[in-house]
């Protein structure tokens, strides 16, 4: 704790220092002005002050350096992205921890979303696959649920959302409102692995049941097969999730213009798509070595039924907004899907379509100097970005793709964390799903206490960032 209170000053310190010369170059005329007033306004009234009132957590799945990289290279270098505009910048750790009897629990170096989102949500780490309960002997073996950033907002009275391009029901969203051994028992007919915890068992129920149950204020995202299943046990058996939802006086709506009809006087479930909600962008399949002739990747490619992720951000906010505060977690989710895909179009068109939903709440907190963004990723992955002139040994060994960018050259992408059958030899003829990779991923943050994710940490440490602690 001292050495960071160390940090935190000599950063105040040269701060300062910076500042003096920024007024400077102002008054010759010299001040970049491309990352637009966040830093500017956010310098002007940076006085002490309590802990902020709304907080807004961005999740982009997947998102490591590399993938962020991408896709602000393939808009233009010079070109600005949204997360460029946050004031504070670091990185954090995500490692998860392998199964045993009783601690201490060795560490697993290349974690899953379910791990890694119970550790934001929770202040507590776990094994992979676990939805916000701690580590037990084995992963069919339930631990001790663990509280929640959102459950402990909804008890101080704030108003709660979370927002995602995925199943709602999936790691990153689930672990917010329910308490699960494995992910994938995600609807009332997904249990077959985690029987002690249906309804009919006494149990919680699944993911989907559980998200409806904690009346989650604004609950928008893909999945709506998982909601149209029939539960099992409890007083809703025999009925779906859809209707157990309205039952409780949820409003609940299938496209984008019903998410537009929506008001504020009571809760609503969102369900977009059946499964994951579609793509943003389209472009050329990965191949081995050096891969196919650059071009561009095709923008606009989701259905104008499905809102974007911006629109169900901001109609979030809006919903959300109210005299004691709210706490939204927005997940980009198929960064992380596209990335396993090697579909490097995909995965920028998603980073891209994250990077305008974080606008979208910066531009919010300008006006709303009480809240907290933050903005991180789960996980590194597996893309990398390499010379587009490589030729003979400097091949890539893995999955490449070759795109044009805005700036008119070409960015390879290329996926290296899977690609040989069981032998270790023979490459497969398929890309296979990409593996996660364990590296320190980014923390970007604007607002009261965004300063506290300065230096490198653990993403246990957002827990308390969360709460503005």
């Not at 637009?36 to 009234?45: K, Q």
């Not at 923008?299 to 959300?320: F, G, V, W």
């Not at 596209?338 to 919010?364: P, R, S």
């Not at 070409?410 to 690609?419: D, E, H, N, S, V």
Request: charged fraction near 20%.
């Amino acid at each position: 704790m001292i050495r960071k209170k160390a940090f935190v000053a000599a950063f105040a310190a040269a701060s300062v220092i910076a500042a003096a010369g920024m007024a400077s170059a102002a008054a010759s005329g010299a001040f970049d002005t491309a990352r637009g007033d966040d830093s500017a306004a956010e310098s002007a009234s940076h006085q002490p002050q309590r802990g902020p009132k709304n907080v807004i957590f961005f999740l982009g799945d997947g998102m490591g350096t590399q993938e962020i990289t991408a896709a602000r290279y393939y808009q233009g270098v010079q070109n600005k992205l949204n997360v460029d505009r946050a004031r504070y910048t670091g990185f954090d750790t995500t490692w998860s921890v392998k199964p045993a009897a009783k601690p201490p629990y060795k560490p697993d170096y290349d974690p899953d979303s379910a791990s890694t989102g119970s550790s934001w949500a929770t202040g507590k780490k776990t094994i992979d696959e676990r939805i916000s309960q701690g580590p037990s002997s084995a992963d069919n073996v339930p631990g001790t649920n663990y509280q929640t950033v959102l459950e402990l907002a909804q008890k101080r009275g704030l108003k709660v959302g979370d927002v995602s391009t995925a199943e709602i029901t999936d790691a990153t969203p689930a672990v917010l409102a329910s308490h699960m051994s494995l992910r994938g028992c995600q609807g009332p007919a997904d249990m077959t692995a985690c029987p002690q915890e249906t309804k009919a068992a006494g149990g919680l129920g699944s993911i989907a049941e559980q998200e409806v149950d904690h009346k989650v204020d604004v609950l928008l995202g893909g999945g709506r097969a998982r909601f149209e299943q029939k539960i099992t046990g409890g007083p809703y058996a025999g009925k779906t999730v859809v209707d157990q939802a309205k039952a409780k006086g949820i409003q609940y709506v299938t496209d984008a213009a019903g998410l537009k009809s929506v008001n504020d006087d009571k809760p609503v479930l969102g369900l977009f798509n059946s499964s994951n909600m579609s793509l943003e962008w389209s472009g050329p399949t990965a191949s081995l070595g050096k891969g196919n002739a650059a071009q561009s990747c095709k923008e606009n490619q989701r259905p104008s039924n499905e809102p974007s992720l911006s629109d169900m951000t901001s109609k979030a906010i809006s919903l959300l907004e109210n005299k004691k505060g709210f706490f939204l977690q927005v997940e980009g989710a198929s960064i992380d899907k596209q990335d396993h895909a090697t579909n490097a179009c995909g995965q920028i068109g998603e980073t891209v379509a994250f990077d305008k939903a974080i606008g979208v709440a910066l531009n919010y907190q300008k006006t709303h100097p009480d809240t907290l963004v933050v903005v991180t990723a789960d996980h590194a992955h597996t893309s990398q970005i390499v010379g587009e002139d490589a030729s003979g040994s400097g091949l890539p060994t893995g999955w490449s793709t070759n795109l044009t960018t805005k700036d008119g050259q070409t960015l390879t992408l290329t996926y290296g964390t899977a690609g040989f059958g069981g032998d270790g030899k023979a490459p497969v003829a398929v890309p296979p799903s990409q593996q996660h990779t364990g590296a320190v991923v980014p923390v970007w943050a604007n607002g009261p206490g965004a300063d506290a994710v300065l230096g490198t940490n653990d993403h246990t440490h957002l827990f308390d960032v969360l709460q503005g602690r």
